[in-house]
């Protein structure tokens, strides 16, 4: 790493910021001697005072440093804070006092020193010295998160929920974080090649980056990154950073890489990147990394051409924080003031103590947005979001003024548990990983990446404007699993809650609040639901404010080719407003619900819902929502399952299709479901289950693909389509996990009623590795050319029955099969048709439903577990009974089959082949190379259902040997051949 200087890059920045005094009351000096009681009390009591829990094993809550020659005094990191701006002769009467060096702020009325206590009680009784503050040790505190806050498209994450949260700002505002630079201060961002590891060419998802930032972890100030000079830091950390800067600015502004998958909030951002933790994961530097970011907050980086947009810096990320409750007053809450009053937005981290009233430096200054975390559950609903168990909640300590403003923290909560994201290890990885952590840390830059999208929004919008609109346009009353406390302690704005602060970030709605906050209506949400059962679509949509308007039309079109036809208007008269202009202190969504009943809603259809609205200005239409009413044709369907205790928790899944067999690189792909929409789960708990480090819960998951997912030139799975399932384990609990299952139905065409399974080669189970992530394939990349499938399975409509059969493209003696049935192609909607599993021998097996009803249509599946214990399942299929008798000719397996003897034909010969109600019928059974076996009919046949017996003997009445035989039917227009296998 090589420092650059940067003071020609510079431009004039004004330093007459808002004053920011350490004379405040202090909360850290209960005695009242202007020295931090932290400090007094490691003099007094000893090393361990300045340690979590006075244990000299743990993590320090201070800086303490042994004297020079080990013997000497011990030595403290401090600041010396001024009633006014410190002068040159301040700085010399520090040095006076032998302290190895006395560094002044720019932008606070603060010196950081490192003295002994005899030096620190001389400075507290210097003319003009307020405090002596202990310098603190600081500590490290995307798929959902960034579509839970809006800021992504809901689609392409889990099939199940797309278009849950709409519209977005990405897809329907334009907004991707360009001309935006967001400051990561953490243990550094591996953006580019390794120093140490030149196979390492940085992540994937941060390359190319790099704008400026510098070192400034140091104990020693005087050896970080100066404030003209640039360096760009790395994390060598390993397990004692987590590589956690590298996470953290992923989440951000990451691009994903190839597949955009796991891109961040603000994927077009660029970066500044100052190292204030060390590879220890522990630093005092995030006051001296502000300060270089507020004296380089103009900067123009050098850069030329069409990047001159990403001039300067807008958004700083701190996931970072100490081990002490805060009041704000202290000095690294002070450099945040100042370089919010500068025009920086600051995202800081509450901290991960499980505390409530317990709100740590810096999160606790009064000027920054402070971010709590959520547990999302793996969906996009807000309905199930909860504030995590780890995550700090407020309000912050009282500062002593009368603005109780400042003590309303968190400001925001964003999701936080088990966040996908950037993988900077350089040894272990090449630059195309991601990984699973969680922790305020993992919800903070989710914020500072919607700030970005927001200050691309609006270039003019200060950071209050920023933190106001958070506030106002979250949703409100996200709740705790701690103890529940009631919202506005202060009596200051009924929306605020100790816990989650104002809410869970929405990023659409506060987009909306930029553009215009003073007339019209803003639409932050809409959503559709189809009910063919109730012959009915639900068209819903939120409004945030609401001035004076005409009131709401709702439109309908048929889909053409993926996109609106011609729209129909469905209401006669304008839908009138109930909602308001008032969000601050108010509520913020106001509800609309439209019934579609219109007879002439055909099912199987997609259509496009809209709403309009209109005011003085004119008439407004939102974004058109989709609707499917009942089913689209399935394609193929996913089947697979998974042992984990704390799935949602521990777990994250990622299906797809690479051509290149690259996980990294898919052609479609989609996350997998959280529990909330499992088809089951079974507990195998074992006798030792309290200290069993073996999971025990196995979840059952099912995705079905339409014609609408466009996947059909990827089926069926080859050598040239493959298909993944891509499990990461997120190390929640010391209990491990495995795959069990993968298979995928393709049917024949869309919606038949016949398809093949195809099983995963990869050998199962495949047990899940902590921090990392395991795949399973279909098929593996070493198998040989012509994938084949497992089996096939049909069904056949009958005449009182439907007939099901599975046959199998190897010998599968011994396999168990479960037929079930449902009325609708959901899976958890299927009942198994008989109580034992139905068993294999060699390769066919079928079954006879004659409890359908003529005239419904059922759908099938089969439950195939092997005899090594591989699992799969085949459908669903649809079948059903004619409801005309004898309308139509039909040919049934066999049965019993495989048999030791005989074997009943059962056909229907209709009077689509015997108009007359007679034809000539020939019934003959072959072998295997096309022989005539024996003649079982040759003569005329009426109308009507015949069930033909062959008793396993030939024309001279030998029993014939064991092999593969078939039927042959003959009658008119019909021919057909059915198998059936003899054994001996």
Not at 533 to 545: A, K, L, M, P, Y
Not at 709 to 721: A, K
Not at 759 to 770: G, Q, R, S, W
């Amino acid at each position: 790493m090589n420092r650059s200087s940067l003071l020609p890059a510079i431009l004039a920045i004004s330093l007459a910021f808002l004053p920011v005094a350490a004379d405040a009351a202090w909360i850290n000096d209960q005695d009242g001697n202007k020295i931090d009681d932290y400090i007094d009390a490691a003099h007094n009591e000893g090393r361990q005072a300045a340690y979590e829990g006075r244990d000299t094993s743990k993590r320090p809550i201070i800086a303490v440093f042994e004297g020079a020659n080990k013997s000497a005094a011990s030595e403290y990191g401090v600041y010396v804070g001024y009633d006014s701006r410190p002068s040159d002769q301040d700085v010399v009467e520090l040095l006076a006092l032998g302290v190895p060096y006395a560094k002044p702020y720019l932008y606070i009325d603060y010196i950081r020193t490192q003295a002994t206590y005899s030096q620190i009680q001389q400075m507290a009784n210097m003319p003009g010295v307020t405090r002596v503050e202990a310098v603190p040790i600081l500590y490290p505190l995307n798929h959902y998160g960034a579509r839970v806050l809006r800021a992504r498209d809901s689609r392409g994450l889990s099939l199940s929920q797309n278009y849950q949260l709409f519209p977005s700002m990405e897809t329907d505002l334009g907004l991707d974080g360009t001309g935006i630079v967001v400051g990561i201060l953490d243990t550094g961002v591996n953006d580019e090649v390794d120093d140490v590891n030149p196979l390492y060419v940085g992540h994937e998802a941060l390359n190319g980056k790099f704008l400026g930032g510098g070192n400034f972890f140091s104990g020693d100030p005087l050896l970080n990154t100066g404030l003209t000079e640039s360096e760009n830091p790395q994390d060598h950390g390993g397990a004692a950073s987590s590589m956690h800067g590298t996470h953290v600015a992923g989440t951000a502004i990451g691009t994903g890489g190839l597949s955009g998958f796991y891109r961040g909030v603000a994927p077009a951002a660029r970066l500044v990147d100052c190292k204030v933790l060390s590879d220890a994961g522990a630093g005092f530097g995030s006051a001296d990394g502000v300060e270089w970011c507020i004296f380089n907050m103009n900067n123009d980086w050098g850069l030329t051409g069409a990047d001159t947009i990403y001039s300067g810096i807008d958004v700083l990320n701190l996931s970072l924080g100490g081990l002490n409750n805060s009041d704000g007053t202290d000095a690294g809450s002070q450099m945040m003031n100042a370089a919010v009053n500068a025009g920086l937005i600051l995202c800081i981290a509450t901290g991960n103590d499980d505390t409530t009233s317990y709100i740590p430096s810096p999160a606790a200054a009064d000027n920054v947005i402070s971010v709590g975390a959520t547990y999302h559950a793996k969906t996009l609903s807000s309905v199930d979001d909860s504030v995590t168990d780890f995550s700090n909640e407020g309000p912050r300590l009282d500062d002593g003024d009368l603005d109780k403003i400042d003590e309303m923290k968190p400001t925001v909560v964003a999701p936080g548990s088990n966040i996908i994201s950037s993988d900077g290890d350089p040894v272990a990885t090449t630059g195309g990983s991601y990984k699973p952590l969680s922790g305020t840390s993992m919800a903070t830059p989710h914020v500072a990446g919607l700030c970005a999208l927001l200050k691309q929004h609006a270039p003019t919008a200060t950071p209050y404007d920023i933190r106001e609109v958070l506030q106002n346009t979250a949703t409100h009353g996200i709740p705790t699993v701690k103890t529940a406390r009631p919202n506005d302690p202060f009596l200051v704005d009924a929306n605020y809650n100790p816990a989650s602060g104002w809410g869970l970030a929405d990023g659409y709605a506060a987009a909306k609040e930029l553009s215009n906050s003073t007339s019209g209506v803003q639409v932050v949400r809409i959503f559709g639901t189809a009910r063919p059962n109730d012959g009915e679509v639900d068209f819903q949509w939120w409004t945030q404010r609401e001035y004076v308007h005409f009131g709401f039309d709702v439109w309908r079109a048929e889909d053409v080719g993926g996109a609106p036809g011609a729209y129909t208007k469905l209401n006669a008269l304008p839908i009138p407003g109930v909602g308001d202009p008032l969000i601050a202190g108010d509520d913020n969504r106001e509800l609309y619900t439209f019934v579609d009943d219109d007879t002439a809603l055909a099912l199987g259809t997609k259509y496009w819902y809209r709403v309009d609205w209109t005011d003085g200005g004119g008439t407004t239409s939102e974004p058109p929502f989709p609707v499917i009413y009942g089913e689209l044709p399935r394609v193929a369907t996913i089947n697979y399952s998974i042992v984990h205790n704390t799935y949602d928790e521990d777990i994250s899944s990622l299906l797809g299709i690479s051509q290149a067999f690259d996980t990294g690189n898919p052609d479609f792909s989609f996350a997998g479901d959280g529990t909330d929409t499992q088809d089951s789960a079974v507990v195998i708990e074992p006798a030792n289950s309290g200290t069993a480090t073996v999971g025990y819960i196995e979840h059952y998951f099912t995705t079905g693909l339409t014609t609408d997912d466009n996947v059909d030139s990827y089926l069926p799975p080859s050598q040239l389509n493959h298909w993944f399932l891509s499990v990461t384990d997120g190390n929640y609990i010391n209990r491990s996990g495995r795959i069990t299952s993968y298979s995928i139905f393709v049917n024949d065409s869309a919606g038949s009623s016949s398809g093949t399974v195809y099983t995963t080669d990869t050998p199962m189970p495949l047990p899940t590795i902590e921090t990392s992530t395991v795949v399973a394939w279909i098929p593996e990349e070493t198998v040989a050319t012509g994938v084949a499938g497992t089996a096939h399975f049909a069904a056949s409509e009958g005449e009182g029955f439907v007939s099901i059969e599975l046959e199998f493209t190897r010998g599968s003696n011994g396999a168990e099969i479960v037929f079930s049935r449902g009325a609708t192609s959901e899976i958890n909607d299927r009942r198994p048709l008989h109580t034992n599993p139905m068993v294999v021998d060699d390769i066919f097996v079928d079954f006879r439903d004659d409890t359908a009803v003529p005239g419904e249509t059922y759908y099938y599946w089969a439950e195939i577990t092997e005899p090594n214990g591989l699992k799969s399942i085949a459908g669903p299929i649809k079948g059903s009974v004619s409801i005309t008798e004898f309308g139509r000719s039909l040919v049934f397996a066999p049965g019993p089959n495989p048999t030791r003897g005989s074997s009943v034909l059962r056909l229907t010969l209709g009077y689509d082949q015997a108009p007359s109600g007679n034809a000539d019928a020939r019934v003959t059974v072959h072998d295997i190379a096309g022989r005539e076996v024996r003649t079982l009919q040759n003569g005329p046949m009426t109308v009507g259902s015949h069930a033909i017996a062959w008793d396993g003997r030939d024309h001279g009445g030998s029993r014939v040997a064991a092999g593969v035989y078939f039927f042959r039917v003959e009658a008119a227009g019909l021919n057909q051949s059915k198998k059936v296998v003899m054994v001996r």
